[in-house]
């Protein structure tokens, strides 16, 4: 077995074992309302068992991590898969380290599936390893890409728990202002997870069934930007994955697989939305939301009630004020290291590639846009005394813009860190 499959096994063999832990979290503070054992008894015994299979899945991971890092010739952290199953080991260093400061089950039901959601997105891009671009043959960026993404686990960990806090408080069947508010709020929030989850599973479902689609487009190259000093008219193809539900602006149909009977795209990327892959990523767009807006329908109306409060009895036993306090702990050790990881190091990185600290890249724009809403998270907790439910508010709205910051903006936004999107 080559160096390339030992690490794909350890990383998939990771991503089970996760998915079983988070299981046996959740049997951990749910299963003894119907064990015979002491309360007490069965939460720790099943907890040491979901920590231990977490710890195993974590060593497998590392496995992957070194043999990828041996093979390809550079650190693991160089286009979004790679990126992604690296946030998805710190989501999982994260949770150990916090988990052994509180000793808390629950913390396990919700930040391991954070971690496996992530891992399993990772996996829908490319698994080959690529050679590095010149801008990122430097130590900067890794010393940058790592520890940005160990402050993004704990933020990530901090919405766990901050999610926790606020499905175990709040009133789902109350009729004031407030609680439907709150209601609507949790519902989104979820309905943004499965955003993604359906994404994953319409993106392995069709490379399943092998789906492809192409498209050729003419584009225009202005003449300062051509080799020969004059405009010029090239023909690129654009390849899709996702059946073409929208396809790019004036473009001609190459080759398409037919899906559910429908022969040729629904509709055409607007005029507006620039770049030859603009109309491909506004399909996956699209093909999201679809596939999330399905998944929440099909789970209300198997529940009949909202998603938040059929997971509300699961967390009954947990102390609010205990969750509340473990995602305030988890934001303040983020904090530090994303100001050095998604900043400093970053911009000392942009200095050696581009020659300048800050050009306003989106990503830049973006990364600084995080650090300032955890800023002011901060500073509300500590000086006006929020917390509570609106602290729990504010670590998952910051989650939600680190994730736009992490999918959005690479996959949709153009900019100079596009290259971590395909």
Known sequence: MSLEQVSN????????????????????ITGKKWSDRDPKEHTLRWSKLAFSVTIVGFVSQIIYFITRWIYSGHIPNANM???????S??????????????RSAGIGVFALPVAFIVQAYAMVFPWEAEPLIPALQDNWLKIH????????????????????????????????????????GIE????????????????????????????SKEVIVPAEESELEIEQVNTEEVKYTLPPIVKPYKSEITSMDSYFGIQKPLMEAPFWMKGVNAGRKLNTVVWALLTGTLLYCLLRLI????????????????????????????????????????????????????????????????????????????????????????????????????????????????????????
């Open 303 to 422: 529940l009949r009630k909202p998603i938040g409060a059929k997971i509300q009895p699961i967390l009954s036993d947990l102390d609010p004020e205990d969750l509340d306090e473990i995602s305030y702990r988890s934001i303040a050790i983020g904090f530090p290291i994303f100001t050095l990881g998604a900043l400093i190091f970053a911009m000392i990185w942009a200095h050696i590639a581009w020659e300048r600290f800050w050009g306003w890249d989106p990503k830049e724009v973006w990364a600084l846009i995080v650090w300032l809403f955890y800023s002011v998270y901060l500073h509300l907790r500590l000086s006006r005394g929020w917390q509570g439910s609106k602290s729990s508010w504010l670590s998952v709205i910051g989650f939600l813009i680190v994730m736009f910051t992490l999918v959005g903006v690479n996959l949709v936004i153009a900019g100079l860190h596009s290259y971590a999107g395909v």
């Open 89 to 102: 080991m710190m989501i999982i260093v994260g949770f150990i380290i916090i988990y052994l400061i509180y």
């Open 9 to 28: 096994t350890a990383l998939i063999v990771a991503f089970l074992l996760y998915i079983i832990s988070a299981f046996l979290f959740v049997i951990a």
């Open 81 to 87: 898969f790679e990126f992604m199953t690296l946030l």
């Open 188 to 215: 989104f929030t979820i309905f943004a997870i499965l955003v993604v989850v359906g994404f994953i599973g319409s993106v392995f479902l069709f490379n399943a069934l092998d789906y492809q689609a192409e498209f």
């Open 145 to 184: 890409v790592t520890t940005a993404a160990l402050g993004e686990a704990f933020f990530a960990v901090g919405f766990a728990t901050g999610l926790m806090y606020l499905i175990r408080t709040v009133n789902f069947t109350g009729t004031s202002k407030k609680d439907r508010r709150a209601t609507r």
